[in-house]
């Protein structure tokens, strides 16, 4: 019998994937539940599992593929970046992801982080609660269609971002070293550099993942090329942006919102970047439909099952891809 582990996360429906794997599985596949979290949490657990599913918050570390007997690991999202998928190619274990379930959800997400930071819905929502009424309470507001929007990476959540936010009329410009120019001036963007971008733009959305090259990558350097009416918007993952620079451009006025779906920790702390009026941050939801929910286990199962049956998952993640 085949055992498949999954982490006790909202993100995973363990019905879903007890479902489809009894209808995939050439044989009988026992579906458990834990709490994961830490290497050792993990290892514990995992004792016996063929299968891992993790979040976010459960990292599968080198120490834990080389105790672990695993034919595959699913991360139940995107970004691989709590799993060291070096050491479990060596160690002939499959990493999976599902990278397209949500490409929708985020564009639409980042677009409305936004649109609302820039056209200070929050600030008035807030005045008028307050019982005010007054439209000097938002300023400064930019046009929107005089601006150009920066697209820090420009992968398919990037440019279906690009696709909505064409409607607008501003101009796009975009920073990403695995994207050629001539790719994203079909999608009428403009190829240019990281400082360039900051240079040129009047407001920023960060979709980039993370890694060695993206952590800390919008530092304070970056922010002090932005001007006072700005917004910057992070999807990616909160590392990218330089917490600790973004609070101090926030403090001085040196950019005008920001809009955040990701934080250096999830669930946060006591982060101060929290409860800012200039601040808008949501937890970790862009990705979120009923309709992404459902695809993002039914395809990790899938995979999980194409595993097992010794065929080729869809979602496998290519341990020498240069985003890693």
Not at 70 to 93: H, M, Q, T, W, Y
Request: proline share 5%; aromatic share 4%.
């Amino acid at each position: 019998m085949a055992r498949v582990l999954l982490s006790e996360f909202p993100m995973i429906d363990p019905d879903i994937y007890r479902d489809r794997l009894r209808d995939a599985v050439d044989g009988p596949v026992d579906v458990d539940v834990a709490e994961l979290g830490t290497t050792e949490r993990l290892i514990e657990a995992g004792d016996g599992a063929d299968a891992v599913v993790t979040d976010i918050n459960s990292p599968v570390s080198a120490e834990a593929v080389e105790a672990l007997d695993l034919s595959v690991i699913v991360r139940s999202a995107v970004g691989v970046d709590n799993i060291d998928v070096v050491a479990a190619d060596e160690a002939g274990v499959v990493v999976t992801h599902v990278p397209d379930y949500c490409i929708d959800e985020v564009a639409a997400h980042s677009v409305s982080l936004l649109l609302t930071c820039l056209r200070s819905i929050a600030t008035y929502d807030d005045d008028v609660s307050a019982g005010n009424w007054s439209w000097e309470t938002g300023r400064p507001v930019r046009r929107i269609a005089s601006s150009t929007i920066g697209l820090v990476s420009f992968g398919p959540i990037g440019r279906r971002a690009a696709r909505q936010l064409s409607g607008f009329g501003a101009e796009l410009v975009a920073y990403d070293p695995f994207v050629d120019a001539e790719t994203m001036a079909d999608a009428d963007v403009e190829k240019v550099a990281l400082t360039e971008l900051f240079d040129r733009s009047d407001h920023v959305a960060v979709y980039a993942p993370l890694t060695d090259a993206t952590r800390g990558m919008v530092d304070a350097d970056a922010l002090a090329r932005l001007d006072d009416s700005s917004v910057l918007v992070n999807v990616g993952r909160g590392p990218v942006v330089d917490s600790d620079d973004l609070l101090a451009a926030l403090e001085a006025d040196e950019i005008k919102a920001a809009g955040l779906d990701v934080l250096d920790e999830e669930p946060p702390g006591d982060d101060p970047l929290i409860g800012r009026e200039d601040t808008i941050i949501t937890p970790h939801a862009a990705w979120y439909s009923e309709e992404a929910y459902i695809e993002l286990n039914e395809r990790g199962a899938a995979d999980i099952a194409a595993v097992l049956n010794g065929t080729a998952p869809d979602g496998r993640v290519d341990p020498e891809a240069d985003w890693l």
